[in-house]
């Protein structure tokens, strides 16, 4: 039987029981999958989910969640946004909180588009470790340029994104997503938990290349 198949679940613990939540030795496992557009990162992690029983968390998922519930956090996001505003990390840091204080029966979280700068990084850092789950490793899907390209292009032609058709637009995406991960890849890299996966060749070899790395870090 796989590793994956073996992760253990834990008992629900409430925001009072906090405290005693930080100190045990927990089971879950934290990934972060890193790509740039065109990567396959979408394809990857609805694989990964399933395989390993993991919840997804997209930051842009918990705010509109958040807002459309109209939570405390939800209000003070959409104070910001309607100001034309960044939501503040602390505010965002909040909202995975109570995202994994809600879903403690799960495996573990795979994050998708967050931390984006070394800030960030070390907020989730602090509040998994706090809670007693650290990020295990970040796998980064490595493709090469005119590959994204041509990927991201083909995307266009059926997806109606204008910004999909644009080689020029695209190059520019892709030089701002290098520019601000470069750092955050450097924060975890201190701490040996970045690995770099080929993402060319068929969708089925990346994804058993993505699961080796999982289970021998599990």
Known sequence: MLKREKLAHFSHFSHSNLANFASLN????NLILFGPPGSGKGTQS??????YGLKHLSTGDLLR????????LGIEARSF?????????????????SA?????QTKGFLFDGFPRTPAQ???LDKLLEFKGAPIAAMLSLEVGEEELIKRLV???ETSGRSDDTNEEIIRARLAEYHKKTTAVADHYK???KVVNIKGEGQIDEIFKSLCAEIDARM
């Open 65 to 72: 969640s958040e807002i459309a519930q109209q939570t405390p």
């Open 100 to 104: 994994i204080d809600n879903n403690s």
């Open 121 to 123: 990084a070390e907020a």
């Open 190 to 192: 201190v701490f040996g």
């Open 46 to 51: 609805e694989k990964l989910i399933l395989a």
């Open 26 to 29: 927990l089971s879950m496992f």
């Open 154 to 156: 083909k995307r266009g």
């Open 81 to 97: 946004m309607d100001k034309g505003e960044l939501v503040p990390d602390e505010v965002v840091i909040g909202m995975i909180s």
